[in-house]
């Protein structure tokens, strides 16, 4: 079963801008995590957060965690070409990895 | 290493067929998983297995059948699939449960049954 939900489910901005997209879920979890997929490929772990935490950097990147909405946010800066790609939510607790319905991110050039 | 590599890349295969995939890591992870996942929806969690012994199964039909030979391997047989489940597969490791690290995926195998 899935229990993140994401939006948005697309998304598309010009080069140099930047991209929000946020994630929600359902029960106690462990960490909450981003992931990248270019298309028809293998994820590609991004950033952890722990339940315990609020915020994170990682480069361009920057994520929050507010436990008491159940609700994550991941920031890309200064988005690049490159970074199109589509962008999934996982969150870790009892003995699973489940991932929500995913952003797909269009950087225009 | 920090890779999972997943063979064949790419397998297609009748009805009546039995095939296997197969998922390596040298990671020392003793957390393996495998998902399936459709056209743009998420990876959906098949099973997992802790320690190489099944601890999640997510009532997965029986023509799905999880083996775990030894810490570094995982394979995936399959008999008797239908055209529906035609998707990509994909393996992934992680340190253990509740390590708060992140797991690592394969590349995936596409899969399609004719």
């Known amino acids: 079963s899935q229990q993140g939900e994401e939006d948005p489910q697309a998304l598309s901005i010009q080069e140099g801008e930047n991209a929000t997209m946020n994630c929600s879920y359902k029960t106690s979890i462990n960490n909450l995590q981003w992931y990248r997929q270019n298309s028809g490929r293998g994820l590609v772990h991004l950033i952890l957060i722990r339940s315990n935490e609020r915020e994170k950097h990682s480069g361009r990147l920057r994520v929050t965690l507010d436990t008491s909405k159940k609700s994550s946010s991941l920031l890309i800066t200064a988005s690049r070409a490159a970074d199109t790609a589509s962008y999934f939510c996982a969150t870790e607790g009892a003995q699973k990895l489940v991932f929500g319905q995913g952003t797909r991110l269009t950087i225009n050039p | 290493d920090t890779e999972v590599t997943q063979t064949p890349k790419h397998l297609v295969m009748g009805m009546t067929n039995k095939k296997s995939l197969k998922c390596e890591q040298h990671?020392?992870?003793?957390?393996m998983y495998w998902y399936k996942q459709k056209a743009k929806k998420p990876p959906e969690l098949m099973f997992v297995?802790?320690?190489?012994?099944?601890?999640i199964n997510e009532s997965v039909p029986s023509r799905f059948s999880p083996e775990c030979p030894n810490s570094s391997l995982l394979n995936l047989h399959l008999h008797a699939l239908q055209p529906e489940d035609s998707a990509l597969y994909l393996c992934?490791?992680?340190?253990?449960?509740?390590?708060?690290?992140?797991?690592?995926f394969g590349q995936g195998t596409r899969l399609t049954v004719v």
């Open positions: 990671m020392g992870h003793r957390a």
């Open positions: 992934a490791s992680s340190h253990t449960f509740r390590s708060n690290t992140e797991a690592f």
């Open positions: 297995y802790s320690y190489e012994k099944l601890s």
